[in-house]
């Protein structure tokens, strides 16, 4: 009933739309690097004679090559058929879901975008998991592992002011102090976001991040709703002398800067003793080019580990000994790789719901999960944040999120204008972001 007063999703219809260029533009693109990356295994795998695998790759290429087939020439989007154990929520899911286009079937150009985004992951995975040889190959890993590397200077700051930073405030628990290094470590958590690989359609860009702690200042004027001091007003009340049970979660998003900043935070959160565990929803398959899975995580720490940089390395011995001890814990659920948005989550997913309600607090960290916390819907962007949650809100919540979608919420009259008026590209280009907080609904 709710969903009769909800506006429409976000589709490529609407031609303009950053919607429409991505399905028409950027997930090609994505899909193509895919398969032309599969091709060069092929090719490696003949080179070496190894032709029991190369056979199997070129089995996965044909797959992809179908679904790009599938996409150029706006066919209705097939049910899934491999074996993985979300097949049944995906198929109830685009059996039930109408196209936005009446007496249209449900397709890449007429259907909503968040579900054909998603969509494309998912039979990207297909296409390796239901071979016999590469099921669990990720085909975006090499990107991730190269866009880290290209941001390593910022990694060596980062580390060398995080591990600064607890010492002193270790020392002099000074609660302004802690407050004002919690937003910095928020900001840089938040503007990790700015880059993601989904938006450069995969193409890594040199030393992204590097001179974000210089820039934090200049950034904060490009913040448009900001919220952080609402989030201390949760945080800061907690009584950190003692010995406690809170947890708090983070939905991640990027593999590579963005979540070493999201685990700077998470340090600073439990080495202040304001949180006991951190737990980190990672993704269960690749998706969306950079999100970040365990797999990529473990990759980060053995990295860190063996840096050159003392801070770096330091860093990541004390996170690998987090995670063995499990004030670091990583958490999977099929869920997070679905198309459903986030208000669904209580009826279609109600043990996920019910394990984010015990959290004190929950970042969503990136666009994506902003798209599925408001519904990928076209709100007018005054819409207040609370309503566009649509019934969401399992325990206090955050959004870190720079803007890469058309769409926002929450904003102030004539916020969206000014905003245009500096860059008319401000609700694509990352160059605005949001800080939203919900407590309860
Ligand atoms: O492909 C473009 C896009 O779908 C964005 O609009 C989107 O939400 C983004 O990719 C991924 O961004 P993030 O990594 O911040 O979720
Ligand atoms: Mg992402």
Known sequence: MQNLSRPEP???????????????????????????????????????NDNVKADNVKEIISKLSGLKYEMETNKPLKILNDD??????????????????????????????????????????????????????????????????????SVKSLSEYIIQCSTTLGKNPDNEAIKLEFETLLQFSLWANKCDLSVSGGVVMDSQHTGM??????????????????????????????????????VLDNAGFEVFADLCLAEFLLSLNIAKTIFFHVKNIPWFVSDASAKDIEWLVAQMQQSENDYVSQLGKKWKSRFEEGSFQMKKHKYWTLAHDYSEMKTNAPELYAELSKAKLVFFKGDLNYRKLVGDRKWPHTTPFAKALWGFCPAPLCSLRTLKADVVVGLKPGQDREAEAKDKQWMVNGTHAVIQYQHSL
């Open 84 to 153: 993985e154990d979300d097949v049944k929520m995906w198929n109830e899911y685009l059996q039930e879901t109408k196209s936005l286009v009446p007496g249209k079937d449900l397709a890449f150009y007429t259907g909503a975008w968040l579900l054909c985004e998603c969509y494309m992951y998912r039979r990207i995975y297909q296409a390796f998991t239901s071979s016999s040889m590469f099921k669990t190959h990720d085909p975006f890993s090499d990107q991730k592992r190269e866009s880290f590397f290209s941001t390593i200077d």
């Open 213 to 250: 702690a210089e820039q934090l200042k200049i950034l904060k004027t490009w913040i448009l709703v900001d919220n952080s001091s609402e989030v201390w007003e949760l945080l800061g009340t907690i009584d950190r002398s003692i010995n406690h049970e809170i947890h708090i979660d983070f």
């Open 10 to 48: 976000l589709s490529a219809k609407d031609k303009g739309s950053f919607a429409f260029d991505t399905v028409n533009r950027r997930m090609p693109m994505i899909l193509t690097r895919v398969i032309d990356s599969t091709s060069k295994l092929a090719s490696k795998l003949t080179e070496k």
